[in-house]
């Protein structure tokens, strides 16, 4: 079965520190990639997602990933975190068995990053 | 607007009852899902829908029940057979026929078992 991990389970920062979170999955064949952030309070957002191309994808907020294929690897990175980046961070992979079709969605366990002001 | 609603916000249920979570969207989707979120295990699903009157389980199925017999709505039934209910509980939706496999979610029902 799919499996998504999430190695960094709690990740504190100080403001402008420079981020990167680890998400790595396990099924070898083309995947989607997500990456989602829950704000205190709030609904679970998508941050940004790759579905092909360039495997270095922006997303909203200065958020970026990079897919690395051979790493099974989707890391979420931003060069200066802000104290209004506190939220947990969940990596989401889908399997595409054919062409519009896919297994359903698997998360990782999700990555709550504190930024001190 | 279009979105996901979830109700109520926060539930409380004594142990031995049933209790009904509401899902509704009009976003036009024809995917529906229901996940758990406990602390440090991330989202699991529990059931989904691709179509009305049909649907899945998911990987955590086990005393829970769904019906989907409106495209709008995906109320998810929290039974006395759950052992550990207490979770906070997300709804999503998708558009299927899409090709981005992008998934809204809605704000989410707190259940609490007294």
């Known amino acids: 079965a799919q499996s998504v991990s999430q190695h960094n389970h709690h990740v504190i920062l100080s403001e402008a520190a420079s981020l990167e979170l680890g998400c790595n999955y396990s099924?070898?064949?083309?995947?989607?990639l997500f990456w989602y952030v829950q704000y205190p309070g709030q609904h679970l957002q998508l941050l940004l997602k790759y579905f092909s191309g360039d495997p270095l994808v922006k997303g909203i907020k200065g958020f970026e990933a990079e897919f690395i294929k051979s790493k099974f690897s989707f890391n979420l990175r931003k060069p200066s975190v802000q104290w209004s980046d506190t939220a947990e961070y969940f990596c989401a992979v889908i399997e595409v068995i054919s062409s519009g079709s896919a297994r359903q969605l698997t998360f990782g366990s999700g990555t709550q990053l504190t930024v001190l002001p | 607007d279009g979105g996901i609603t979830q109700s109520p916000k926060y539930l409380f249920r004594k142990e031995g009852q049933n209790v009904t979570l509401s899902c509704e969207q009009n976003l036009n989707h024809d995917a529906m899902y229901w996940y758990r979120q406990d602390p440090g295990q991330g989202l699991r699903l529990i059931y989904y829908s691709q179509i009305v009157n049909d649907f899945q389980k998911g990987d955590i199925a086990e005393g829970y029940s769904v019906s989907r017999e409106k495209k709008e709505s995906f109320p998810l039934t929290v039974t006395s057979a759950q052992k550990n209910p207490t979770a906070f509980y997300l709804c999503?939706?998708?558009?299927?026929?899409?090709?981005?496999?992008?998934?809204?979610f809605g704000p989410g029902t707190r259940l609490t078992v007294l």
């Open positions: 099924y070898g064949g083309t995947v989607n």
């Open positions: 999503a939706s998708k558009d299927r026929v899409s090709s981005y496999n992008e998934q809204f």
